[in-house]
């Protein structure tokens, strides 16, 4: 059955400093990948995903993550991380046996010291 | 497009009433999802549907829930009777099967059960 490892709970960086989220899947063929975003009080909002193609894939604001077939990871990172970027990080794939049904991860929860 | 729309945002009950979530999807897709997410137990898959049509109810805790997509633009989950327990976050999301799978999550409905 497909799965979805985020290894960090809670992860702690500086304003200005870069970030990188782990996320590891199992999965037989080629995923289909996500990186949502959570923000206090919201609800799950899209940054990327991997259908195909090149491997790095860009999102939206200013975060990217790359698909590593080898090490069955897609790493979500980010050059300089901003205060606003606080919040909970979820890593999904899809479960084409299951109509199409995101498998997500426990989601890793990003704090932003100033 | 207003995006995924759900009501109450907010919902106090006490124990033993009846709780009613709605939801309304965007328009033209025709899957959509019931999630639960609590601290412990993260983001869980209540039940999901496509074209109206219940695909997998495997995540509803028990019989006291159930889900209704009368047609494509609503859907509800019902509590009945709502139990402490099932204080939460509810998020209703849709997408459009059979293509990029990608799903967009209403803002959630915060539930207490006193």
């Known amino acids: 059955a497909q799965s979805v490892t985020q290894p960090d709970i809670h992860i702690t960086v500086s304003e200005g400093a870069s970030l990188e989220l782990r996320c590891n899947y199992s999965?037989?063929?080629?995923?289909?990948l996500f990186w949502y975003v959570q923000s206090p009080g919201q609800g799950l909002q899209l940054l990327l995903k991997?259908?195909?193609?090149?491997?790095l894939v860009q999102g939206i604001k200013g975060f990217e993550a790359e698909f590593k077939r080898s090490q069955s990871s897609f790493n979500l990172r980010k050059p300089s991380v901003h205060w606003s970027d606080a919040a909970e990080y979820f890593c999904?794939?899809?479960?084409?046996?299951?109509?199409?049904?995101?498998?997500f991860g426990q989601g890793t929860e990003l704090s932003v010291k100033p | 497009d207003a995006g995924v729309i759900q009501s109450p945002r907010h919902e106090v009950t006490e124990m033993g009433q009846e709780v009613t979530l709605r939801c309304k999807p965007i328009?033209?897709?025709?899957?959509l999802f019931w999630y639960r997410q609590t601290m412990m137990r993260g983001l869980e898959l209540l039940i999901y549907?496509?074209?109206?049509?219940?695909?997998?109810d495997s995540g509803m805790p028990e019989d006291r829930f159930s889900a209704k997509m009368p047609n494509a633009s609503f859907s509800t989950l019902k509590i009945q009777p709502s139990e402490p327990r099932d204080s939460a976050v509810y998020f209703c999301?849709?997408?459009?099967?059979?293509?990029?799978?990608?799903?967009?999550f209403g803002p959630g409905t915060r539930l207490t059960v006193t």
């Open positions: 999301a849709s997408s459009t099967s059979g293509r990029d799978f990608e799903q967009y």
């Open positions: 999965y037989g063929a080629t995923p289909y």
């Open positions: 991997y259908f195909s193609g090149d491997t």
């Open positions: 999904a794939v899809v479960s084409y046996n299951q109509g199409g049904k995101l498998i």
């Open positions: 328009s033209g897709h025709n899957s």
């Open positions: 549907f496509n074209n109206n049509v219940p695909i997998d």
